[in-house]
């Protein structure tokens, strides 16, 4: 299976956010901004924000005279035996926190060894998670995670997987051909938010953008009931512009 790698805004900004990470671990006594801007090439007003974030996740810490070190988690993340476990605290705690900022259930999801997997995901009473009545590796035709998965893979990567699993009729809305739903795929722009427009349980929407770090096919989705269907494409850019984080704790 290959990959139909093309770059995203979060893939932009995670990989912007390594370098600043990079830099920061090399000074030892702290680094400026001024520094940072100098050694990675990245604007002043696009580093403000990438500081910003990185403060916010725990990655880098300001000090007294207002330069940067490296931060807690990245401490944490450097023990190999709690590494692991690291990594899902540190995104679970990504999750609840977009999961808050977007007002949606979300949830991460990979594509490993050809079947769809949800790895991790934030809900709550307010945000409540869709009822997977049907399995979402059996589904992907018809969810906004199944579609950004596929639309990751190449021509023959999706063929693969559709001959695996019939495109049942989920609800009247849900593509059966698959002819059409491949022209859809291979039209979906990657920067553009993949959505589910009740195609898999009515009284649903939901919407993922890719998360890909190298080999590693990903994405990141939300789901709302039916009567907030009027805020999935607000919150579908709010996920979008918030994804760097997520990426982020794949990539490191």
Not at 106 to 125: F, W
Request: net charge neutral; with cysteine.
């Amino acid at each position: 299976m290959a990959l139909k790698h093309e770059p995203t805004t979060p893939y932009h900004s995670a990989q912007e956010a390594l370098r600043v990470l990079e830099t920061v671990a090399r000074g030892t006594s702290g680094v400026t901004d001024t520094e940072i801007a100098l050694h990675t090439g990245i604007a002043p007003q696009r580093l403000t924000a990438l500081l910003r974030m990185l403060r916010r996740e725990g990655y880098v810490e300001q000090i007294t005279d207002g330069s940067y070190v490296t931060g807690e988690t990245l401490a944490r993340l450097g023990s190999a035996h709690h590494r692991e476990q690291a990594l899902r605290d540190k995104l679970q705690r990504t999750l609840d926190r977009l999961r808050d900022s977007v007002g949606a259930a979300v949830y991460m999801s990979r594509y490993v060894d050809g079947e769809i997997s949800i790895t991790q995901y934030a809900d709550s009473p307010s945000a409540p998670a869709v009822n997977e009545w049907v399995d979402f590796r059996s589904s992907a035709h018809a969810t906004a995670i199944g579609k950004s998965l596929l639309t990751q893979l190449d021509h023959a990567g999706r063929r693969d997987h559709l001959a695996r699993h019939k495109m049942a009729r989920l609800t009247s809305r849900t593509i059966t051909s698959d002819r059409l739903l491949l022209s859809r795929l291979e039209a979906q722009p990657p920067t553009v938010p993949v959505l589910d427009l009740q195609e898999y349980a009515i009284g649903t929407v939901c919407a993922a953008v890719p998360i890909t770090a190298g080999s590693s096919v990903g994405c990141l989705a939300l789901s709302l009931p039916i009567e907030h269907a009027h805020r999935l494409r607000q919150a579908a850019d709010t996920l979008n512009r918030h994804a760097a984080p997520v990426l982020l704790s794949m990539a490191i």
